[in-house]
């Protein structure tokens, strides 16, 4: 079956470290979406990619980062410049624009 | 940029209907989506609806869009207790992006 796969679903950081969430789509999706959800507020966006090796800065970047090495993987790293980490972290992908996305099941980030 | 709200809860009995309002603020939006969120997981697309439309069916859920007012709701006939989720509506940007979501509606049916 065709689907985006985040891991791992719970993550737990300790304060200063840099941590690496995976996402991988075997969809054949050109472009894949990094989006932040806290309680009680919709989705915003960190990072997009629509095509290999080329992504850009959503709303809010600052403190992440990403790779676009092959189609399938679109991993996030947040780091320790990343002031308020603790959140739900979804990954999405699409056939490109005006397409509906396929979402991740989400991996749930806590720092400790 | 696009702005999009909509209210943040609603409660209905199992059985009635339950509307779910959406306003938009970029009338250049050409696919107006609607996704649904159960506890603990990702974004599940519902329905869709193409802005040269004024409504569309879709077995229990009816979408209907106003274009001239930017304003968009979701009807599920007949709420069962498997529709309790939070509603999310996504309206395309500019250049096809659907980058902006509302806030979304959390809808809690009763028994």
């Known amino acids: 079956d065709g689907g985006i796969t985040q891991s791992p679903k719970y993550l737990f950081r300790k304060e200063g470290q840099n941590v690496t969430l995976s996402c991988e789509q075997n969809?054949?999706?050109?472009?894949m979406y990094w989006y932040r959800q806290d309680p009680g507020q919709g989705l915003r966006l960190i990072y997009y990619?629509?095509?290999?090796?080329?992504?850009q800065k959503g709303d809010i970047a600052e403190g992440y980062s990403v790779s676009r090495e092959k189609k399938e993987s679109f991993p996030l790293t947040v780091t320790s410049a990343q002031k308020n980490p603790t959140a739900f972290y979804l990954c999405a992908s699409n056939q490109g624009s005006w397409y509906g996305y396929t979402f991740g099941s989400g991996t749930r980030l806590t720092v400790v | 940029g696009e702005d999009v709200e909509q209210s943040l809860f609603l409660s209905v009995r199992e059985g009635d209907s339950s509307v779910i309002n959406c306003t938009y603020t970029d009338s250049s939006s050409t696919y107006l989506y609607w996704y649904k969120q159960e506890p603990g997981a990702g974004l599940q697309l519902l329905t869709y609806?193409?802005?040269?439309?004024d409504m569309k069916q879709d077995q229990r859920l009816t979408v209907l869009l106003n274009k001239k007012d930017k304003h968009l709701s979701l009807r599920i006939a007949d709420t069962q207790t498997g529709d309790s989720a939070i509603y999310f509506c996504a309206p395309t940007g500019n250049y096809g992006q659907n980058f902006v979501f509302g806030p979304g509606t959390r809808l809690s049916v009763l028994p």
């Open positions: 990619s629509q095509i290999v090796n080329d992504f």
């Open positions: 609806i193409f802005s040269n439309m």
């Open positions: 969809l054949n999706h050109d472009a």
